[in-house]
């Protein structure tokens, strides 16, 4: 049987000004000429702005923008808890004539509208792990209003004979496009799972 156990924790980025020099309706256009103005008005560092790159939507006036944040804020709530990590044996193949084969060991994390999949190679003998690989870690989403990237990542794979462990924490970064401008990070969370994959269920 395995285990997987999923701690995630929250560090917005804060999104509303206490003050600021100029003053925008909803209906203000975000344009390249006042994108950082905004984002002073927002409270949101003009540094976590990426210029000229592209995203699947963008907002194109400040309240689209708020309302973008809004939601943002309100998908980092629902992961405030511990959550169970679907594991799946993608694939088995044989490595040489020594009988030593590989499984492909993935598992997914859920988090709000964006899923973390963690993968690694488990080469193994008989009943008995013999070594992994690497792992790594990508995120996707169906969520077209938001583009996610994962920052600071540490994934690291240990194997016995019995068991292989999967060890990854990072942050998950989420960027909304702005006008024709690029994207800019809205919102970034951190996330740890541990994985373990053990010889008695999996081979």
């Not at 927002?42 to 995203?55: T, Y």
């Amino acid at each position: 049987m395995s285990l997987a156990l999923v701690h995630t924790t929250i560090a917005p980025i804060p999104v509303f000004a206490a003050e600021s020099n100029k003053q925008f309706s909803e209906e203000t256009v975000i344009t390249t000429e006042n994108v950082y103005d905004v984002l002073s008005y927002l409270d949101i560092d003009e540094n976590n702005l990426e210029v000229n790159q592209e995203a699947s939507y963008a907002t194109v006036t400040v309240g689209e923008l708020k309302e973008a944040i809004d939601s943002a804020k309100k998908y980092q709530k629902e992961v405030e808890k511990d959550s169970t990590i679907n594991i799946e044996d993608i694939s088995s193949s044989p490595q040489s004539t020594r009988a030593t084969y590989s499984k492909t060991l993935s598992s997914d994390l859920v988090v709000g509208s964006a899923t973390i999949t963690f993968n690694a190679v488990g080469y193994y003998s008989g009943k008995h792990w013999t070594n992994a690989s690497a792992s790594n870690a990508s995120v996707d989403s169906d969520f077209v209003i938001y583009t996610y990237k994962l920052s600071g990542q540490s994934n690291k794979t240990t194997c016995t004979s019995s068991c292989i462990t999967l060890k990854c924490s990072g942050n998950l970064d989420t960027y909304v496009g702005v006008g024709n401008v690029g994207i800019v990070k809205i919102t970034s969370q951190t996330y740890s799972s541990k994985t373990n994959f053990y010889a008695s269920s999996y081979l």
